[in-house]
Each structure stands twice: as structure tokens, then as C-alpha cells.
């Protein structure tokens, strides 16, 4: 399967078939997440793989009881190194780098999963705390996402996506056109639209500034 078409198909999967994975599989997956960009090329991930069935129970209950997870006969916590990225960039690395570098891995590790046939889904709505004990992770290694990983049971659902001329500015930001006619939008941001009303993420994203 070529990239685009990989990225197209991937989507979240929450049903999986109990049938096993083989752990050869699995090791490719984290092989191409390894090959994602990183600062400094830090590398600044480590990766979980948990098949044990309490623990998988553990961190489903962990993540809100999203239930789903403790079905896939793998799940990979992906956590990032933050003190690897902080002795090199200090608190940019900590708290920006380190995160970015394992999502780029992560959706690294979604995309391959996607061409050889696995269903997967990232998991971030957990809580920290229990997500740690029930890792046993130490200071300075952050999880990131929990993906649980099988034979999708089910197509999953088809989400979409808000259109291209609503996110890409020309020149400034603000500054839209037509995607298709090359019309030049400036209009004002419109009520209660966000992707045009910046002021509503104030606050929110300062570590990024
Ligand atoms: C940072 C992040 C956190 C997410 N957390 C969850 C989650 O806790 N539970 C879940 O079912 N999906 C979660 N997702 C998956 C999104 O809901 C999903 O990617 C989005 O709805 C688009 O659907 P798709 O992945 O099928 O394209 C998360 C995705 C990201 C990137």
C-alpha cells in the first residue's frame, strides 16, 4: 500500500478479533515508528508492549473503561522520554519536543499497522497516575498513548475531515481563498466557528508559544 493510500484507509478501531498477533508483527510496527523524525534525532520515545490480559484490563479501566483496549491481544503504551529531550533542550524539550517526537512514531506505528491489515486506535484519554503504577514508569517517562492492536473484528466507522479551504491560510494567517477557485476570503472569523477565531484558543496552547 503507498503512504496516501495507507493514511486514507487508517481509521480508529474499537473491535478487534481475539486472534493472535504475531509478535514478529508487532516488532515492525515499533521498527517504523522508530523511523519517525525527532529534535535532535533524541529519539525520545519508549515503547510498552503489554499481552498479559490483567494488565490490558488494568489500563482499559485506566482509560475511562474504554473497554476495547483489553480486547486486542496487543497493546503498546507509547510513552516519551521527556528527560532524554530536556538535558538537550530543556523546558522545549520536555514538554513540547518529547511530545511531538512520539506522536510522529505513534501515527508512524497507526499507518504501518494500517498496511499490513491490523486495526488500531490512540488511546489518550487516560488517567496518568494509574496508567504509571500499572506500568511501572519511572520519573521522566511520560505515556502518551495506550493503542491497543488486532485484527480489526468490524470496518470501524468513517470520520471526516473539514474541508482544505478551512484550514490552509495564504500568506497569514486568517487569510483564506477558495481552495477550487482561487478566490481570495478574507471575511471576519465567523461566530462560534473556531478554526477561524484564534483568540478562542488563548491561554490554552502558551507552552507552544
Ligand atoms: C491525542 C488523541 C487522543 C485520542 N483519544 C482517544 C480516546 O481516548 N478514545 C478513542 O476512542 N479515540 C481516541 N482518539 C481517536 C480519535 O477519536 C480519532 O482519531 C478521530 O475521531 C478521527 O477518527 P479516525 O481515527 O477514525 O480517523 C484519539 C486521537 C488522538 C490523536
Redesign the pocket.
Given at each position: 500500500m503507498d503512504v496516501i493510500s495507507a493514511i486514507k484507509a487508517r481509521?480508529?478501531v474499537?473491535a478487534f478479533k481475539p486472534d493472535k498477533v504475531p509478535i514478529k508483527t508487532i516488532y515492525r510496527l515499533i521498527d517504523a515508528a522508530r523511523w519517525a523524525p525527532s529534535a535532535g534525532n533524541l529519539q525520545s520515545w519508549e515503547f510498552i508492549l503489554v499481552e498479559d490480559s490483567t494488565a490490558k484490563k488494568q489500563l482499559a479501566a485506566a482509560?475511562l473503561s474504554?473497554d476495547f483496549i483489553s480486547d486486542a491481544p496487543y497493546v503498546i503504551v507509547a510513552c516519551a522520554d521527556t528527560e532524554r529531550s530536556a538535558v538537550k533542550y530543556g523546558a522545549r524539550g520536555k514538554y513540547f519536543y518529547s511530545i511531538v517526537d512520539t506522536s510522529a512514531a505513534i501515527e508512524n506505528l497507526l499507518l504501518a499497522a494500517t498496511d499490513i491489515g491490523l486495526g488500531t486506535?490512540?488511546?489518550?484519554?487516560f488517567n496518568n497516575n494509574i496508567v504509571r503504577d500499572v506500568l511501572g514508569l519511572p520519573e521522566g517517562i511520560a505515556p502518551v498513548a495506550i493503542i491497543p492492536i488486532g485484527y480489526p473484528a468490524d470496518e470501524?466507522?468513517r470520520?471526516t475531515r473539514t474541508s482544505l479551504g478551512n484550514i490552509i491560510h495564504f500568506e497569514r494567517f486568517g487569510k483564506f481563498q477558495n481552495v477550487k477557485t482561487g478566490d481570495s476570503d478574507e471575511s471576519p472569523p465567523k461566530k462560534n466557528d473556531r478554526r477561524r477565531n484564534p483568540r478562542d484558543d488563548s491561554g490554552l496552547l502558551d507552552i507552544f508559544r
Amino acid at each position: 500500500m503507498d503512504v496516501i493510500s495507507a493514511i486514507k484507509a487508517r481509521r480508529s478501531v474499537k473491535a478487534f478479533k481475539p486472534d493472535k498477533v504475531p509478535i514478529k508483527t508487532i516488532y515492525r510496527l515499533i521498527d517504523a515508528a522508530r523511523w519517525a523524525p525527532s529534535a535532535g534525532n533524541l529519539q525520545s520515545w519508549e515503547f510498552i508492549l503489554v499481552e498479559d490480559s490483567t494488565a490490558k484490563k488494568q489500563l482499559a479501566a485506566a482509560a475511562l473503561s474504554q473497554d476495547f483496549i483489553s480486547d486486542a491481544p496487543y497493546v503498546i503504551v507509547a510513552c516519551a522520554d521527556t528527560e532524554r529531550s530536556a538535558v538537550k533542550y530543556g523546558a522545549r524539550g520536555k514538554y513540547f519536543y518529547s511530545i511531538v517526537d512520539t506522536s510522529a512514531a505513534i501515527e508512524n506505528l497507526l499507518l504501518a499497522a494500517t498496511d499490513i491489515g491490523l486495526g488500531t486506535c490512540w488511546v489518550g484519554s487516560f488517567n496518568n497516575n494509574i496508567v504509571r503504577d500499572v506500568l511501572g514508569l519511572p520519573e521522566g517517562i511520560a505515556p502518551v498513548a495506550i493503542i491497543p492492536i488486532g485484527y480489526p473484528a468490524d470496518e470501524g466507522e468513517r470520520t471526516t475531515r473539514t474541508s482544505l479551504g478551512n484550514i490552509i491560510h495564504f500568506e497569514r494567517f486568517g487569510k483564506f481563498q477558495n481552495v477550487k477557485t482561487g478566490d481570495s476570503d478574507e471575511s471576519p472569523p465567523k461566530k462560534n466557528d473556531r478554526r477561524r477565531n484564534p483568540r478562542d484558543d488563548s491561554g490554552l496552547l502558551d507552552i507552544f508559544r
